[in-house]
């Protein structure tokens, strides 16, 4: 693993022995070696050296943060209810052809759509109306899935680059 103080340099040479980074969960801000760590793995993917990104839960937002037009302003701290929360994914059209969704038996997917099968435990996220409004997420990122707090409030919770291995999962 790349240790979140890293160095610039510490990051670059751990990032040339690795073929993909993974945005665990957790509670912190946004910086140190995650922002190094993606600005590579663009760089990489730019020169087509597939280098895939997963992010989960507080990985999901810093994507979300990274590829927005405006890194603070994307992010909504506080606004969800989502705290031990099972849910069914709210799917959008997109999701069955997509390229992380696409491959999921139509039954499994609609268990998904249909079943509270997913966990959340968060109270940032990203609201789907910012993330439309936003032009680095919404040119470059699809919503493949919202889910709503306990109050109702909708947030985006699966997303895929369009052109780029990047996925992430709220």
Same mark, same amino acid.
């Given at each position: 693993?790349? &240790?979140?103080?890293?160095?610039?340099?510490?990051?670059?040479?751990?990032?040339?022995?690795?073929?993909?980074?993974?945005?665990?969960?957790?509670?912190?801000?946004?910086?140190?070696?995650?922002?190094?760590?993606?600005?590579?793995?663009?760089?990489?993917?730019?020169?087509?050296?597939?280098?895939?990104?997963?992010?989960?839960?507080?990985?999901?937002?810093?994507?979300?943060?990274?590829?927005?037009?405006?890194?603070?302003?994307?992010?909504?701290?506080?606004?969800?209810?989502?705290g031990n929360l099972?849910?069914?994914?709210?799917?959008?059209?997109?999701?069955?052809?997509?390229?992380?969704?696409?491959?999921?038996?139509?039954?499994?997917?609609?268990?998904?759509?249909?079943?509270?099968?997913?966990?959340?435990?968060?109270?940032?996220?990203?609201? &789907?109306?910012?993330?439309?409004?936003? &032009?680095?997420?919404?040119?470059?990122?699809?919503?493949?899935?919202?889910?709503?707090?306990?109050?109702?409030?909708?947030?985006?919770?699966?997303?895929?680059?369009?052109?780029? &291995?990047?996925?992430?999962?709220?």
């Amino acid at each position: 693993g790349v &240790p979140f103080g890293a160095t610039p340099e510490q990051t670059e040479a751990l990032f040339s022995q690795m073929n993909g980074v993974l945005f665990p969960g957790g509670a912190t801000e946004l910086g140190g070696s995650a922002r190094i760590l993606f600005e590579l793995a663009e760089a990489a993917n730019a020169a087509d050296d597939f280098f895939p990104v997963w992010g989960t839960c507080l990985g999901f937002q810093w994507l979300m943060q990274l590829g927005s037009s405006n890194e603070s302003g994307a992010l909504c701290l506080g606004c969800f209810d989502a705290g031990n929360l099972e849910n069914a994914l709210e799917l959008n059209q997109t999701a069955s052809s997509s390229r992380l969704l696409g491959s999921i038996s139509p039954e499994l997917l609609a268990i998904a759509g249909s079943d509270a099968i997913t966990f959340n435990n968060h109270h940032d996220g990203v609201r &789907p109306a910012v993330f439309d409004a936003d &032009p680095g997420l919404s040119t470059n990122w699809s919503i493949l899935s919202t889910n709503r707090g306990r109050d109702g409030e909708e947030y985006v919770s699966t997303v895929e680059h369009k052109s780029r &291995p990047y996925y992430g999962i709220q």
